[in-house]
Nanobody, 118 residues
Framework: QVQVVESGGGLVQPGGSLNLSCTAS????????MAWYRQAPGKGREWVAT?????????YLNSVKGRFTISRHSADKNTVYLQMNNLLPEDTAVYYCNADLSQYGDYWGQGTQVTVSS
């Protein structure tokens, strides 16, 4: 069955960095895009960043622009990364990877916890 697996979360001090990884496998169709979302305690799920599969173009939530970078594996377009620099306490959340298959639906990972605290 389809698998979407994230890793790389953890506890980091403000100003620190983390690099999240996500691999989507056994997909029934090609992806339109790969994306990262997050959900902070007591809040709804929030979109963070997207990379379109066809051309590698990217988009970011305004509050993470210049601090976060989405990228992908050179040989596997369904493996993406989220490099997070200059982390702030408000970045604390569970981070989820999403594999967007356009009209064929999408798939979610189980999430990885990121905690920014001194």
């Amino acid at each position: 069955q389809v698998q979407v697996v994230e890793s790389g979360g953890g506890l980091v001090q403000p100003g620190g960095s983390l690099n999240l990884s996500c691999t989507a496998s056994r997909l029934p169709f090609s992806t339109y895009a790969m994306a990262w979302y997050r959900q902070a305690p007591g809040k709804g799920r929030e979109w963070v960043a997207t990379m379109k599969t066809a051309d590698g173009s990217t988009k970011y939530l305004n509050s993470v622009k210049g601090r976060f970078t989405i990228s992908r594996h050179s040989a596997d377009k369904n493996t993406v990364y989220l490099q997070m620099n200059n982390l702030l306490p408000e970045d604390t959340a569970v981070y989820y990877c999403n594999a967007d298959l356009s009209q064929y639906g999408d798939y979610w990972g189980q999430g990885t916890q990121v905690t920014v605290s001194s």
